[in-house]
């Protein structure tokens, strides 16, 4: 007997205050999994259904306040959002790693030669990137150096915690000036001692389905005071290259693989001196001394040689001596030599 009641009866004369239901506006069209046995979805998708907001308390139904069931994402940072979507349903968000179904480490966000198991949920891999991928197994480690050579060292004269890694296209100056103070900042370090060195563009290495793209090579450099403080930047620097996505953060969009960190010493050599050269070798012992009276023997032998050469050139002095003086005589008395004329013979003054 309430008039205000949905089911008002003006003919009744007795108030029982059982009947009475309430004017009350609202959905009154079941969800898809609350629906009849007789209900089915006529989707392929079954991911619209009927209302999503069903309203136990009603008791009129208004069509207007219904809203359709409609499964999807409502997240706008997500990269499949629907803003057609009145169901929040399985949304994926921007996640680095490898889908190349060739790679050893297919699925997987970090470079490996193990195989990862298909990621779902928000751990699902959703953003490809080549430089993630490994497709050989890597070769072992160089061997080490050889020692120093005896008598030479070496001692420590600079500590370098770098970053290495791979982009689309070079820094800018003003882009490499700003990395600069970024990274001074993050690892406490002046921009003064941070280098950033790039190598030349090249097309070697990274594939983008189809396209070849051009890569360069960049280092990153902090340096540092020491070899504590080379450790702990180093580890500093590992943690924030442990995701692409982190990585991007610091180094930039155009980040083609996951970076690499290793520490570096730079060293200053003082090499070994020359060696000594070896000593002369003893002479040979002196054999004793023969005595041709009381002169050496030696001795004796050189007199001996000079004075026959002395009196061989005296001979000769001498010969030549007589030989021109008859020469000079036979001038002297008009002496020739006689000629031969048949039997007779003749001096040159006769004829």
């Known amino acids: ?71 999807g994402c409502t997240h706008t940072a997500a990269l499949n959002y629907d803003p057609l979507a009145t169901v929040e349903h399985d949304c994926w968000f ?25 990621l779902t949920g928000p751990d699902r891999i959703t953003v490809h990137v080549a430089g993630l991928c ?9 061997p080490p150096q050889p020692g120093l050579p005896v008598g030479a060292s070496k001692e420590p004269s600079e500590y370098r915690a770098v970053i290495g890694f791979r982009r689309r296209a070079p820094y800018t100056y003003p882009e490499e000036v700003v990395l600069r103070e970024a990274i001074g900042a993050r690892y406490e370090k002046a921009a003064s001692r941070v280098l950033v060195e790039q190598g030349g563009a090249s097309e070697v290495g990274v594939q983008d389905g189809r396209r070849r793209l051009s890569v360069v ?23 924030d ?3 692409f996505e982190a990585a991007q953060m610091l180094l930039g969009e155009d980040l083609l693989e996951l970076p690499t960190v290793r520490e570096v010493i730079i060293y200053r050599y003082t090499p070994a001196p020359w ?4 000593p002369s070798p ?16 030696g001795l004796f032998i050189q007199i ?28 002297r008395y008009g002496v020739a030599p006689a000629y031969e004329t048949g039997n007779v013979l003749a001096t040159k003054n006769e004829l």
């Open 282 to 297: 003893p002479s040979p012992p002196s054999m004793p001394r023969r005595m041709i009276g009381s002169i050496p023997e």
């Open 94 to 118: 921007s996640k680095a790693g490898c889908l190349d179904p060739a790679a050893l480490n297919f699925g997987c966000p970090l470079p490996g030669t193990a195989a990862c198991s298909i």
């Open 1 to 71: 007997m309430d008039p205000a009641a949905l089911n008002f009866e003006p003919r009744a004369n007795i108030n029982s205050r059982s009947w009475c239901i309430p004017y009350a506006a609202g959905c009154m069209m079941p969800a898809a999994a609350a629906a009849g046995s007789g209900y089915s979805n006529p989707s392929s998708h079954k991911r619209q259904g009927l209302a999503a907001n069903f309203d136990p308390l009603a008791t009129v139904h208004s069509s207007s306040s219904c809203t359709v069931e409609y499964l």
């Open 217 to 239: 090579g960049v280092e990153v450099i902090a340096l540092c005071d020491g070899a504590d403080d080379m450790a702990a930047t180093a580890a500093r620097q590992r943690a």
């Open 241 to 243: 290259m442990a995701s």
């Open 304 to 331: 001996v040689a000079f004075s026959v050469v002395g009196l061989m050139l005296l001979g000769a002095i001498i010969a030549c001596g007589v030989w021109l003086r008859r020469n000079r005589r036979a001038s």
């Open 134 to 142: 490994s497709f050989e197994v890597p070769a072992p480690p160089t």
């Open 275 to 278: 060696p000594m050269p070896p």
